[in-house]
C-alpha cells in the first residue's frame, strides 16, 4: 500500500514533529493566554481576546523590576561563568597536572547533585562567612552552578579540535597571541557561545537556589511564584512569550549567519 509505504519512510520525521509539538505545547498556550482578558485574578480560564497587556507589560508592581533584576544576574553570570568555564576546559584538555581526574569528576558534581542540596549548602555557606544575603550572593551561586556546564560545552569542542591548524599557524611564524586569537577561538567558539547560552537560560530560571540565597531580592521566576499565590496577571505570560520570541530569533540569526558561512566557504 502506497500510504503504509509513505509512513514506513517518513516515521522518523514525523515522530520528531511529533514531539518538537509536544516540546512547543506550553509556549503556545502562554502565548495564546497573553491576548487573554480574565475576569478574576488567575489567568487560567480563556474569556476575551485582548492586547491590553501587551500595551502595557509592566503594568503589574515590581514585574519589570524583578525582570530587569534577573537579566542583569543572568549576563553577568553569564559573563563570569564563560570566561572562568573557558579557562578551565582548556587546562583540563591541553594540560596534564596532578588531581586531574579529580577535577574532570568534581565538574560534573553540580550538574548531578539535586538543586535544593546545592542551594542549602551555599545558604550555609554564605551565612558562615557573615556575607548579607542579596544580589551578590544569588550571583555568585548562579556562576557556581553555570560554571560546570560551561565547561562541558567548551571541553566538548576543545576536545574535537585539530591540533595540527595551530602548528600551522606557528610554522607560519604566528605568535602564541595570534594564534589563539585568529585560530584556537574562531573554533572554539561554537562551544563557547553554546555554554554561555545555556548558562544565561539557567540563571535567568533558576527559583530554587535562587530562593534559598536572595534575601530581600527578588527575581522574576520568584515573582512568578509569588503572584502565583495571589494572581497571575497576563503580563507574566507577555513577558514569557516575548523572552521565548527572542531566543527564538537568535537561534534563526544563528542558522542563517552559519549557512552564509558554509555558502562562502563552499
Known sequence: MPFVNWFKKKLVVIAGLFTLGYLLLP????????????????????????????????????????????????VWATIGATLLGT???????????????????????PMAMPEVVMAASLLTLFLNMG??????????AHIMFCLSFVVTAVKARVMSMDPR??????????????????????IAAPGIAA???????LSFDDFIITNFNAG??????????GSAQRGTPVQINVIGTAMFLV????????????????KQKA
Open 165 to 186: 591548524l595551530e602548528e600551522a599557524a606557528r610554522d607560519l611564524y604566528a605568535g602564541p597571541a595570534q594564534t589563539f586569537l585568529r585560530v584556537t577561538l574562531p
Open 131 to 140: 556575607a548579607p544575603l542579596g544580589f551578590w550572593t544569588i550571583l555568585i
Open 195 to 201: 555554554g554561555a547560552l545555556l548558562a544565561f537560560a
Open 247 to 262: 531566543a527564538v530569533l537568535c537561534v534563526l540569526f544563528a542558522m542563517v549567519v552559519g549557512n552564509r558561512r558554509t
Open 87 to 109: 579557562m578551565i576546559a582548556f587546562a583540563l584538555v591541553r594540560y596534564r597536572f596532578r588531581a586531574r581526574g579529580v577535577v574532570n569528576s568534581l565538574i560534573f558534581l
Open 27 to 74: 509556549n503556545i498556550v502562554v502565548t495564546v493566554f497573553s491576548f487573554n482578558k480574565p475576569k478574576g485574578r488567575f489567568n487560567y480560564e480563556w474569556q476575551q481576546f485582548s492586547t491590553d497587556a501587551w500595551k502595557d507589560p509592566c503594568g503589574v508592581a515590581d514585574m519589570c523590576g524583578s525582570l530587569g533584576i534577573s537579566l542583569q544576574i543572568a
Open 216 to 225: 530581600s531580592t527578588v527575581t522574576f521566576p520568584m515573582f512568578v511564584w
